[in-house]
């Protein structure tokens, strides 16, 4: 059993800061990529943010330059450092992982999602 955990969401002004954890915990052998995505009120889930094991990167058009993704690999844990967040930003934030469990097969694993409120 793969468990990840999410933390980190809130209320914060325009142009501030949150950054978000996930942690991935249970039978994992290996972790893939992790990654972001977020859904709002009305729209269909989107990438945000992916880091893969060796470290690459990749952001949504939307949020280069102000989002950054890293991991723990000792902790399997990855984070969301955003900055200068702006209403649009606003969403329910899902952490995603790739992760290779005890039976040696890789499965698809979801967060149950933080909320992000940015206000105007």
């Known amino acids: 059993q793969v468990q990840l955990v999410e933390s980190g969401g809130g209320l914060v002004q325009a142009g501030g800061s949150l950054t978000l954890s996930c942690a991935a915990s249970?039978?994992?052998?290996?972790?893939?990529?992790m990654g972001w995505y977020r859904q709002a009120p009305g729209k269909q889930r989107e990438l945000v943010a992916v880091i893969n094991r060796g470290g690459s990167t990749g952001y949504a058009d939307s949020v280069k330059g102000r989002f950054a993704i890293s991991t723990d690999n000792a902790k399997n844990t990855a984070y969301l450092q955003m900055n200068s967040l702006k209403p649009e930003d606003t969403a329910v934030y899902y952490c995603?992982?790739?992760?290779?469990?005890?039976?040696?097969?890789?499965?698809?694993?979801w967060g149950q999602g933080t909320h992000i409120t940015v206000s105007s």
């Open positions: 249970g039978s994992i052998i290996s972790i893939e990529h």
């Open positions: 995603n992982a790739d992760i290779q469990n005890y039976s040696g097969t890789y499965h698809q694993y």
